[in-house]
């Protein structure tokens, strides 16, 4: 929700030679205050219209931990009803800013998002236990396959290619991957295929949609169709009935970094992960580098930004677009390879659920930044584990409605704490030289 003051009208500057200037039309964005007015309506509702009496216990400690940190014990009642005046104060704060037209910095969203959770937390586990060191570990093992594929798909934006077929590199590398690794005995060669299967959608997409011009969001439906029905009906034909041999894939074993694997909390969570979540340390900081640092993510964002100048000072647009989705989809290749070779330890039909379309939406979320995609993906994998974390506490939520908790937390993040964002000028159109 956006008002909007009327302009200033056209006068001339002084001392500019009667130069005719404009005053800047002031805008008022309403999306975050009123996002941040649903979140503590909502708390406010758990707070004082179901309120639930007793202790809520966090433990911090972890039994890989050379310190234990051990359980801390909150009063449920008044916790969440503290927190709850916290965040109205906040909400209030946002109306404030953007009323007067000042700028609501990303700490209010960040700050506001932790105390509604702490809030939630507070609230579900009343005489119950949360385990802090579980509950993020778990979360950064669900946000792995998302930060590759919204990785994947920063890239092919930028670059000025929609990439809605993220499902299908996923379930295609997922399926390559299981065979690969299973016939060699090999994850890391499992890794490796998973690459060269997510890069192989990839040039399908870039085929289409750079060289035919047909519509990039059409080939992307019609890829996650096609991929779906394909390893599916292989699963059935090709995998079980060969199962040992086809789809029983060595998983990659967790590596803890000596010293810091036994830090309280965050130790266990980020440095005793598998090989494929240090890649993921290691894929993100030089993909944000690579964007805005190197000349190849220069020549990357001028063509999705203004292909006609970019072509005009040399630079090859359509070869520039096509081999960039083939590195996307080889970076969401191993987003699949995770399922399959990090988690599971075997392949499924339609084993990703849907998990493609949410990283597409984190590269919404994130304002087609790599940091910032990740930080949504991350979200996203906190809330699902939240999921299960709330079912075993037995929370008084339904469980239908504990199901849709991630999807819903989506997407209240995509419209209210996005704010006003904006894709790649040129994302989505096909570029014809001359």
């Not at 930004?305 to 081999?323: C, K, L, M, S, Y």
Request: hydrophobic content about 55%.
């Amino acid at each position: 929700m956006v008002s909007t003051d009327v302009a200033a009208p056209l006068t001339p500057a002084p001392g500019a030679g009667g130069a005719i200037t404009r005053e800047k039309v002031r805008q008022r964005h309403w999306k975050l205050p009123i996002t941040l007015a649903v979140g503590t309506i909502l708390i406010w509702i758990m707070a004082f219209a179901f309120g639930r009496d007793g202790t809520s216990t966090y433990r911090l400690g972890d039994r890989t931990s050379a310190i234990d940190l051990g359980d801390i014990g909150v009063p449920t009642a008044a916790t969440v009803t503290a927190c709850a005046i916290l965040l109205a104060l906040m909400t209030a704060y946002a109306f404030w800013a953007v009323a007067t037209y000042r700028r609501v910095g990303l700490w209010l969203s960040i700050v506001f998002a932790f105390v509604a959770v702490f809030a939630f937390l507070t609230w579900s586990a009343a005489g119950g236990l949360v385990p802090v060191t579980g509950l993020l570990f778990g979360a950064v093992s669900l946000s792995v396959p998302l930060v590759f594929g919204a990785l994947g798909g920063v890239i092919g934006e930028r670059v000025g290619v929609v990439n809605v077929a993220i499902e299908a590199q996923f379930l295609f590398a997922a399926f390559t991957s299981a065979i690969v690794a299973s016939m060699t005995g090999s994850f890391v060669l499992g890794l490796i295929a998973a690459m060269l299967a997510g890069a192989l959608v990839g040039s399908v997409l870039a085929v289409f949609s750079i060289k035919y011009l047909v519509d990039q969001v059409i080939v992307g439906v019609v890829l996650n169709v096609l991929i779906t029905g394909l390893t599916s009906f292989l699963h059935g034909a090709l995998l079980n009935p060969n199962a040992e041999t086809l789809n029983s894939p060595p998983r990659f074993p967790r590596w803890a970094i000596p010293g810091l694997s036994e830090i309280p909390i965050i130790g266990p969570v980020v440095f005793n992960q598998t090989l494929i979540v240090y890649l993921m340390y290691i894929a993100v900081p030089l993909v944000a580098w690579g964007l805005y640092k190197t000349r190849w993510g220069l020549r990357l964002r001028a063509v999705g930004e203004h292909p006609q100048a970019a072509d005009t000072v040399g630079i090859r647009v359509n070869p520039t677009r096509f081999w960039n989705v083939l590195l996307a989809g080889a970076i969401a290749g191993i987003g699949g390879a995770y399922f399959t070779l990090g988690s599971v330890g075997s392949f499924d039909k339609e084993m990703t659920g849907g998990l493609g379309f949410i990283a597409l939406a984190a590269v919404i979320f994130g304002g087609w930044d790599p940091v910032r995609a990740t930080l949504a993906a991350l979200l996203f994998g906190f809330t699902t584990n939240l999921e299960t974390l709330l079912t075993n506490l037995g929370s008084p939520i339904p469980s239908e409605f504990m199901a849709m908790l991630p999807y819903i937390v989506t997407i209240l993040a995509v419209v209210g704490f996005a704010g006003q964002v904006r894709g790649p000028a040129a994302a989505g159109k096909p570029y014809i030289k001359g």
